[in-house]
């Protein structure tokens, strides 16, 4: 797990730029008239400099897995809860450690046969839900094979700068693959410059411009 420094910063300054603009505006307009107007102000800077585009998702999140509900995370935290658990015990060599982990299997076992219904019964529902509609069908099944369609990523980060757009962006890699090779020669063979290379027609041998080679034909014409 990495984390992206230069985003963080450039939002942070985004943010300190926006706030001061808004803060500004809402002193000449007069609206900041109470806490509620300022927490307000506050929220929607942070919204537009801060805020992701897409929500992180992770296994335990409904956004990825629909079927995930809420009970189901505090079981799953229950569960860790048992493990971590286990774990001291067995780093103890507590005496009733055998107890301790068949309870965490049990739970663990438990646990699986709940997801795995919950997901039956979500991509169950699904299906009733558009069995009138062949695309929307199609959709769902090829989610279940991954075989959905990959969306790439839409932003990066050029010279410490949070780049979105297109054009920007494809003419920076335009110019990183066009100097890619001179780079790469650059660093090999920077102290070796090419004109003090030999030419690659000293390793040939010398044309004998007076020799003439016959082959054999047949008598056909």
Not at 74 to 83: G, P
Not at 115 to 133: S, V, W
Not at 182 to 188: A, F, H, R
Request: hydrophobic share 35%; aromatic share 10%; net charge positive.
């Amino acid at each position: 797990f990495q984390i992206n420094w230069a985003r963080h910063t450039i939002s942070l300054d985004r943010y300190k730029s926006d706030i001061e603009v808004s803060l500004a505006r809402a002193s000449m307009d007069e609206s900041l008239t109470s806490i509620g107007d300022f927490m307000a102000i506050l929220q929607a800077s942070v919204d537009r400099t801060c805020k992701l585009a897409t929500p992180k998702t992770t296994k335990r999140n409904t956004i990825n897995n629909p079927w995930i509900t809420h009970g189901i995370i505090i079981s799953i935290n229950k569960k860790d809860q048992l493990y971590s658990e286990y774990r001291k015990a067995k780093k103890k060599n507590a005496s009733n450690i055998s107890e301790i982990y068949e309870t965490y299997n049990c739970y663990l076992k438990n646990l699986r046969k709940t997801i795995d219904l919950a997901k039956k019964n979500h991509i169950k529902n699904l299906f009733c839900q558009y069995q009138n509609d062949s695309k929307k069908t199609w959709q769902v099944i090829n989610k279940l094979r991954g075989k959905n369609v990959s969306v790439g990523n839409t932003s990066f980060v050029i010279d410490n700068e949070h780049i979105l757009c297109r054009r920007l962006i494809a003419n920076k890699f335009n110019e990183y693959f066009n100097s890619l090779a001179q780079n790469l020669n650059n660093d090999v063979y920077g102290k070796c410059p090419l004109s003090s290379l030999p030419s690659f027609r000293t390793f040939l041998d010398r044309p004998c411009n007076m020799s003439i080679i016959l082959t054999e034909t047949s008598t056909q014409i």
